[in-house]
């Protein structure tokens, strides 16, 4: 895989932790510790998103 297929492997995964947050945040019933562990997960991908681009 190359660098750039990797970075955008990344970015699909924020977006779709991004989705799923945004779900979460507005559903009953859904843990705020399940919503911090995604937000977790979602700044983890930034931060090496950022490495790798060198942003």
Excluded: F, N, W, Y
């Amino acid at each position: 895989m190359s660098l750039g297929s990797h970075i955008e492997e990344l970015k699909k995964k924020h977006q779709d932790l991004s989705t799923k947050v945004d779900r979460a945040q507005r559903a009953p019933g859904v843990s705020t510790l399940d919503v911090a562990e995604m937000k977790k997960q979602k700044l983890r991908l930034k931060e090496e998103i950022a490495r790798l681009t060198g942003v």
